[in-house]
């Protein structure tokens, strides 16, 4: 394989409550190649999100802070990069959509305002210019109409059009690295779609890296190549999406597929993981997961098991059992 | 259009109610017109005449449509102490208050503004708690202590500003800080918590993602979110000013519309009291009829599509 374009390796990054500093984020590494599809998955409030904003330098200061690790980006060191040459990376190589197209967008402005000042940040083009880059970029999300969304403001525009413009807006310029935190999650079903298959049309047609955080499975296992599992703010598990899906080998991807409804085979309750994640400060010592886990060993809650490479899967598990069908 | 349409007309029906209000409270506070105008030695028989001259026997509300008639035709009346021109007295006076309140008002926005910023992007910090520590002083002082405060300090003591007068530039300075007291800390406030509910939205972490330095986010995006509840308040801090003068202007000398107001009322010069009064309403209404136009042209959500 390639060498990556980006190479997380054991990112750390801890949240201050009260004076007291917890782990959100837990020695993530993971690699992101041109061309591919990497997914994040795993439930609400077990790091996705941070560890995105870690690798955009953007978490909440100065509440959260990255405690260790590196974020390794051709020559440069993320994490370590001051904030101006931050700014150079962010929106230009690395650009992120976020969850919620309502309130991503400054409702002050119009679409093209907003638009065309993030590409003169860091194009130096005339403002006519900008405003064809602008255009060209909804054009290319396929927004209807976008020579009057230019001049529109945010809230003339519905939730699945302001996504196209977080979209529009994350890929005028062209970055090498996409990253996608629930990016359809707040839309109408019906549209949900259509933004997939937009976001998607532009990956493959630009050769981009995407890292696509979601708790939906089957958008992960239609789109992905790779995938991440993440649990407790550890990756528990990370394999190629079909030997991920065919032979899940962690007891939390096992009981996230699951809980996945069949509507074909089965019938009766769904299935469900008992208890939740534990919140930060009350990660037990051993595996994170042994208090939910049916399989757990006593060595489980004693022992923190390492991410161990196996097989093309990384694997974080003392003792993984084939899938038995529920 | 719609919105601009209802709140001018909104505006026009407080302006008529409170003229009407304005008119019978003159009339209510007692005391007999005639007073004034003629010596202690005049008959009861000179009195009436003086009324039915005056039409104070008509009935009040024929007298309120009679007035009204006069001022929409530009007449206002004489002054029943010195028999002066109110038109003259309203130009005269009228200039001396705007120049007062203008600069008030402009202190109270150029330097509660920044201040309400600082503290915002300094949040928590020590310069933060300072400022909102003389910002908490600047509402709980009564503006009447604070002239009278600021006349002793310095004038008095330190001697660098004079106590009172009109219309010298350096005189115009204390007057106008102890008017602008109460609006700035209120400016400094509203400021800081509108800087800081927009800080913490979504479009924030969007426009950082972009790659925006945070003194553009920040100075120009939170900031121009941050104005919609300050305009929107401007036209209540005109009619605070408008009030607060009254008390000022006569503390500090200052020949204004206030202190004109404040003479008629103990002399009992009804015309005087009446129509001043009914000045300071329309300058109040006003400020709010203006603070729902900035509401609009700060808010494109309010704009039609």
Known sequence: MAAPLLSVRELTTVIRTEGIEFEVVRGVSFDMYPNEILGLVGESGCGKTMTALSVMGLIPSPAARIAGGDVLFGDRDLVSLPEREMREVRGDDISMIFQDPLTSLDPMFSIGHLLTEVIRRHRSVSRSEAEAMALQALAEVELPDPETRMSQYPHQLSGGMRQRVM???????????????????????????????RLLGQQRRRGMSMLLITHDLGVVAAVADRVAVMYSGEIVEQAPVTQLFSDPQHPYTQGLLRAVPQTRHQRGALHTIPGRVPPPQFVPPGCPFSPRCSQALVRCWE????????NGRHLRCFNPQPLTPA | MRYLAGRTVYMLVILAISSVAVFY???????DATAARLPASATEADRETLREVLGLNDPIYQQYFTYMGRLLSGDLGNSLTNNALISKMVIEHGRNSIILGAAAFLLVFVVGMPLGMLASVRRNTFTDQGIMSLSVAGMAVPNFWLALLSIWLFASVLGWLPSAGCCEPRQLILPAIVLAAEGTALTVRMTRSAMLENLDSDWVRTLRAGGLSETRVIGKHVFRNALIPIISLAGLRIGQIVGYALIVEVIFGWPGLGQVLVNAVLRRDYPVAQFFSLVLVVMVVLGNWLAD???????????KT
């Open chain 1, 167 to 197: 979209i529009a807006m994350a890929l005028m310029l062209d970055p090498d690295i996409l990253i996608a935190d629930e990016p359809t999650t707040a839309l109408d079903v019906t549209v949900q779609a259509q933004i997939l298959d």
């Open chain 1, 303 to 310: 022992e923190h098991p390492e991410l161990v490479p196996e």
């Open chain 2, 25 to 31: 409270a003159i009339r209510l506070s007692g005391g």
């Open chain 2, 293 to 303: 136009l900035g509401y609009l042209a700060a808010n494109p959500r309010l704009r």
